[in-house]
């Protein structure tokens, strides 16, 4: 924790209280391990919201829930129509995932603006901007895909009626599963002056180097497919091998090019089949279906096209060896890009003035702010993580570099409840 007694302007925040929300947020849907199943708009989910949106009462926010379900807690500080800033990530998991990938960012989003009320009412000062605390729906994509799903309906990405009928694996459309936890909202939220969100890091670069906070100023770009080869449902006994088409078999194929694939272009590729369906999935059965939830990752645009061109090649090729067919049944890309230049260096400064530094890091994985980033200045602040560990029940980020990190968001905000959101030059938004 820092010394919030230097001279530098700060609002101290109050560790003991995020721990205590952080703990309080982890008993829906967490696993005795350190797992978290709180995939997004299931009961878990729906109780976890509950709960956020008591706290939110309790505390004097304003709650708001829009079409999508993206649910808002508001704290006026200023006049009514002075900038809003918005803080926030979102509170869904992988399935047996960790506690602090997403739920992190929520709960420091209502530490720090509690510290910079509490600090701002201490000095007798009117705020120069309003914040808004998010909790943005279907982030992790495990449930419903596409993922960031919230947040691209809110920029105007995706369209309300399309992400309302995205289904699961079971059938259940986004809309029923809402409607099911009672987040079906219909508020109106306009679209932020500035976006701020706190993240673990996910990776091993501050943990190697041993420091603290990070900013991520880069965000790579992907191309995501769902695609299915498409074999003859057979007998796995009797049917001859030659015989056969085996689905299964041509995804084989599929997903060691993939691998092969990425080795061609170092580290500047990142390949993955994380999900396959298979049907009908019995064991004495040659599957006729077999759908691959595939990705591809870059921060080159050039990179990517070739990429997917390359892979569309090793799919006929797979087909063909293994007998089958194959149709892609959706595509989402997602481009690549920076954060906003004005919010770098407003976070830079936060850090410095307790003397750490600021290491600028790349997201590979998709973040809210990066669908946000079209519409609005926005960035993602990185904590480390202990070993890089994500989407893992190991995932760890300490309580101390949680309120580190929680405090710079913090003096973050209150610079811009001081100076106002034109001083940061935030115009200088993504490019």
Not at 52 to 72: E, M, R
Not at 310 to 328: C, D, F, H, R, S
Not at 372 to 387: D, F, G, I, K
């Amino acid at each position: 924790m820092p010394d919030t007694t230097s001279p530098h302007r700060t609002a101290p925040i109050n560790p003991d209280r995020l721990q205590g929300m952080m703990e309080a947020i982890s008993t829906f849907g967490g696993g005795p391990d350190g797992s978290m199943n709180r995939l997004t708009l299931s009961a878990e989910d729906g109780r976890a919201r509950d709960w956020l949106g008591s706290w939110f009462k309790a505390n004097g926010f304003v709650q708001a829930v829009d079409a999508i379900g993206n649910q808002f807690g508001s704290m006026a500080l200023a006049g009514a129509n002075a900038p809003v800033v918005m803080v926030g990530s979102h509170i869904d998991s992988q399935p047996n995932g960790g506690r602090f990938d997403g739920p992190l960012g929520v709960i420091a989003a209502c530490e720090a603006i509690l510290a910079v009320r509490e600090r701002l009412k201490a000095e007798n000062r009117l705020s120069a901007c309003n914040f808004k605390v998010v909790n943005w729906t279907n982030e992790e994509g495990a449930r419903f895909q596409p993922s960031l799903l919230g947040s691209s309906v809110f920029s105007g990405a995706a369209d309300l009626d399309w992400a309302l009928d995205r289904v699961d694996g079971d059938g259940i459309s986004v809309r029923d599963a809402l409607d099911a936890i009672g987040y079906a909202g219909q508020d109106k939220v306009a679209v932020p002056d500035a976006l701020i969100e706190l993240h673990i890091e996910g990776d091993v670069w501050l943990d190697k180097a041993g420091e603290t906070f990070g900013i991520f100023t880069r965000f790579w770009g992907a191309t995501k497919y769902r695609l299915a080869f498409l074999g003859r449902q057979a007998h796995t006994g009797a049917t001859p091998m030659a015989d056969r088409k085996d689905a299964l078999l041509g995804a084989a194929y599929l997903m060691a090019d993939l691998k092969e694939l990425a080795g061609h272009y170092g580290l500047e590729l990142h390949t993955s089949v994380g999900r396959l369906e298979v049907f009908p999935n019995s064991p004495n059965t040659v599957p006729s279906e077999a759908v691959l939830f595939i990705e591809l990752r870059s921060s080159s645009p050039e990179i990517l096209g070739e990429a997917e061109e390359t892979m569309l090649q090793k799919v006929n090729a797979a087909a063909e060896k293994a007998g089958i067919g194959y149709e892609v049944r959706s595509i989402d890309r997602r481009k690549a890009g920076s954060f906003s230049k004005g919010l770098i260096a407003l976070a830079e400064t936060a850090a410095a003035a307790y003397g750490q530094t600021s290491r600028h890091l790349d997201t590979i994985g998709g973040h809210d702010s990066v669908a946000m980033s079209a519409v609005c200045p926005a960035v993602v602040l990185a904590v480390r993580s202990q070993n890089g560990v994500i989407h893992h029940p190991t995932e760890f980020t300490t309580p101390q570099d949680q309120a580190f990190a929680t405090q710079i968001l913090a003096d973050m905000l209150y610079a811009l409840a001081c100076d106002g959101v034109d001083t940061a030059q935030l115009s200088e938004a993504a490019e």
